[in-house]
């Protein structure tokens, strides 16, 4: 059985395109579904597309992110188990340092969206928002 999820989440996330919605407004994202992919994230990108981000999928539980190595400001918006946002993160900057400062929600999330910064303001989102994700999106289970 795990073997079945595993080969479906690799075909969702190698053939179908991903957006998360909020309201009209869409971004194409890449997923990190791996721990390689959640460790390497967005870093050393040097662009990201206005309509374009990551979305990092995980079991339910706290997940701190930092701008290590990370070349474009960044908003960074946590997702729970119904695609509504429990945190954001606004117009973090880019860190070159050894030690770069981790952001910390303390919440439970499940989904972590990084899009570019200033974005989260325009669209005026804010805690409690409920995105939309446009493909089926399976169970994941370390």
């Not at 059985?1 to 194409?28: E, K």
């Not at 997923?31 to 040097?46: I, K, N, P, Q, Y």
């Not at 990201?48 to 290590?68: H, R, T």
Request: aromatic residues 14%.
């Amino acid at each position: 059985m795990r073997f079945y999820w595993l080969f479906a989440l690799f075909l969702v996330s190698c053939s179908i395109p991903h957006q998360v919605c909020f309201g009209d407004q869409c971004f194409n994202v890449d997923l990190a579904v791996t721990s390689e992919e959640h460790a390497r994230g967005l870093m050393f990108r040097e662009y990201l597309a206005p309509n374009a981000g990551m979305l990092f999928v995980f079991s339910e539980g706290v997940y701190q992110f930092w701008m290590k190595n990370t070349l474009i400001p960044l908003d960074i918006i946590w997702l729970d188990n119904d695609e509504k946002i429990v945190f954001l993160a606004k117009n973090l900057q880019p860190c070159k340092e050894d030690s770069c400062p981790a952001i910390d929600p303390g919440l439970n999330a499940s989904f972590v969206l990084e899009i570019n910064a200033g974005l989260t303001e325009r669209l005026e989102l804010k805690v409690g928002d409920q995105a939309h994700f446009s493909s089926v999106f399976l169970p994941f289970s370390p």
